[in-house]
């Protein structure tokens, strides 16, 4: 059995230990909004808030979070700055096939959530660099996550 913080609220599964946090999520509580995508952290898709750092559920195993804080892009959405990112999101029009997005703003999210204030496009595309894009609309959103990050935070 693990206890945690799921989008701001406390819960608890019966699961194998062992179990892959991205499946905990979707087949245990049908968060469906976090992508499975290479299963090896390496694309992104799976991305989550894991005590507010992006980290890869894919590989991350349920014992690993008891106790902790784990937001997903649903619970994101919920928020201000994910509504900015998702305004900004289709004001740039990022999304093509979309499979890769929740795992984008997850990385975006996180990565504004720790700036001091206004990023370069450089700053931005070296943060999105762990996020792959099949569709390759890497200047889309890079151009949406600045647009995002000059704006002051309400």
């Known amino acids: ?15 194998a230990d062992d179990k892959p946090l991205l499946w905990v999520l979707r087949e245990d509580f049908q968060l469906t909004g976090t992508k499975f995508g290479c299963g090896m952290a390496q694309c992104g898709a799976c991305t ?5 750092q992006a980290t890869r559920s894919c590989v991350l195993p349920a014992a ?11 619970g994101v959405m919920d ?5 900015a990112l998702r305004q900004a999101w289709i004001a740039h029009q990022v999304p093509q096939c ?24 450089e700053q931005v595309l070296e943060g999105m660099a762990g996020n792959l894009c099949r569709c390759g609309t890497y200047n889309q959103i890079a151009d949406a996550v ?5 704006k002051p935070a309400a």
């Open 79 to 83: 928020t201000r700055a994910g509504q």
């Open 146 to 150: 600045v647009s995002v990050a000059q």
């Open 48 to 52: 989550v808030h894991f005590n507010g």
């Open 1 to 15: 059995m693990i206890e945690f913080m799921l989008n701001g609220k406390q819960v608890s599964a019966d699961v």
């Open 64 to 74: 690993a979070v008891k106790g902790a804080s784990v937001t997903t892009i649903e």
């Open 98 to 121: 979309g499979y890769c997005q929740s795992g984008q703003m997850m990385t975006a999210a996180g990565m504004l959530a720790g700036a001091d204030g206004p990023m370069s496009r």
